[in-house]
């Protein structure tokens, strides 16, 4: 069978679904189904197996909320890792971010969300109850890394005040400078903030 297109209708179908994903056009569409069918048969029958069970294997940790293939994910299964100190995300993709960093020894808490009142977002809409329960189980610190929007900023004084009384030490990721970008390519809020949050900075800090 012919599509409208001109292509045949199975090839039609993995362009139309592949065009449907983020940041990939019809062009890029076409051009990846047809790389596809340009390639082994067995190339597209391990794709199309990796993707049947997507949904099946990857699920959240019920304890952080990271993406976990069963029970516990692997950062709240590795013992080496300190799980005094929780940093704080909206999705599970930021874990994957701060990862990449390599810097963070902690556990995660993946919110799923913030809150926004005019999108009906409230507490009891995100994986809170988790975190109630890791707070007073006796966390030592709880680093806020939600975003820098306004509804991210929202969240973290919601959280600050929530746990204000449990005797958790609660941060707030700083949001400065990028490493190696000239101030005056910083959009002024970047700037204003990086001077509020300025650190002491130290002798020993200035001769590393
Ligand atoms: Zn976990």
Redesign the pocket.
């Known amino acids: 069978m012919i599509h409208d297109s001109g292509m045949p209708a199975p090839l039609a179908r993995v362009v139309e679904m592949l065009a449907s994903l983020p940041g990939i056009g019809p062009k890029t569409a076409l051009r990846l189904g047809l790389n596809l069918l340009s390639r082994p048969a067995s190339d597209s029958t391990a794709l199309a197996e990796s993707l049947a069970v997507l949904h099946e294997q990857v699920g959240f940790?019920?304890?952080?909320?990271?993406f976990?293939e069963r029970g516990?994910?692997?950062?709240?299964?590795d013992s080496r890792r300190d799980a005094h100190t929780v940093c704080l995300v909206e999705q599970p993709v930021d874990v994957l971010m701060m990862e990449r960093g390599h810097g963070f020894r902690g556990?995660?808490h993946v919110l799923h969300g913030r809150l926004s009142p005019v999108d009906g977002v409230g507490p009891e809409q995100l994986h809170m109850a988790a975190l109630d329960k890791r707070v007073a189980a006796g966390l030592k610190e709880l680093i806020l890394a939600t975003s820098a929007t306004v509804d991210g900023e929202a969240t973290a004084h919601y959280l600050a005040r929530r746990y204000d009384a449990s005797g958790v030490k609660i941060s707030r990721i700083a949001r400065g400078v990028p490493e190696g970008s000239e101030l005056e390519y910083l959009d002024e809020h970047t700037l204003s903030r990086a001077l509020d949050q300025r650190v002491s900075w130290a002798v020993t800090a200035r001769q590393r």
């Open positions: 940790c019920e304890t952080c909320g990271c976990s516990l994910c692997h950062f709240c299964n556990l995660y």
